[in-house]
């Protein structure tokens, strides 16, 4: 199992860290993900790891002001949020599978979710 954590209310311009940390089994050689969703709004990626941490990738929307990382030992992921905006309002879920690609566009493993609130 997958459970995210960090969320909170926070301030336009401010920063948050999340945590995903995983349970029942290991992840660490699988991909790891990112993806929010907004009230009203489909579910969007956002970042993703390569299961050796190598590789990372972003959506056009939060590169430059988020970054994924992660800790095999701690069979966890994380994503640090810098220069929040209300738009990033939304609950992030982290998410799983076996390689980058999967894991981006079709994640075999989802965790639950954590409330973003960015006030204005």
């Known amino acids: 199992q997958l459970q995210a954590y960090g969320g909170g209310l926070v301030q336009a311009g401010g920063s948050l860290r999340l945590s995903c940390a995983a349970s029942?089994?290991?992840?660490?050689?699988?991909?790891m993900g990112w993806f929010r969703q907004a009230p009203g709004k489909e579910r969007e990626f956002l970042a993703a790891?390569?299961?050796?941490?190598?590789?990372?990738s972003y959506a056009d929307s939060v590169k430059g002001r988020f970054t994924i990382s992660r800790d095999s030992a701690k069979n966890a992921v994380y994503l640090q949020m810098n220069s929040l905006k209300p738009e990033d309002t939304a609950v992030y879920y982290c998410?799983?599978?076996?390689?980058?690609?999967?894991?981006?566009?079709?994640?075999?493993?989802w965790g639950q979710g954590t409330l973003v609130t960015v006030s204005s």
């Open positions: 790891i390569s299961w050796s941490g190598g590789i990372t």
């Open positions: 998410a799983t599978g076996p390689n980058l690609y999967q894991t981006t566009y079709n994640p075999n493993y």
């Open positions: 029942g089994r290991t992840f660490s050689n699988y991909a």
